[in-house]
């Protein structure tokens, strides 16, 4: 099973809809290998996702998701940013 990182950011007006960062690469086998990853580079990735919203909002988590939960994701709301490295 595939695990993939989700960046979710705060915001200051109660919207429904909150800005999210889909990292597509790095994914990983287990939650746990995900969650060691996360443990470690967990600036990088908040720079990396708030970067791509030009540092208009806060990051708020960083969530370790399967493939079918990004899936869902997708159909409950279409993301602003995904990213994908080589």
């Known amino acids: 099973m595939k695990f993939f990182l989700v960046v979710s950011f705060l915001m200051t007006n109660y919207t429904i809809d909150r800005p ?11 939650h746990t290998e995900c969650q060691r990853y996360v443990d470690v580079m967990h600036i990088k990735i908040y720079q990396k996702a708030a970067a791509a919203y030009k540092f208009q909002y806060t990051p708020e ?3 370790c998701i399967t493939r079918e939960e990004v899936k869902n994701l997708f159909k409950q709301k279409t993301p602003k940013k995904t990213e994908t490295q080589t």
């Open 20 to 30: 999210i960062f889909l990292f597509s690469n790095p994914n990983f086998e287990t």
């Open 61 to 63: 988590a960083i969530y």
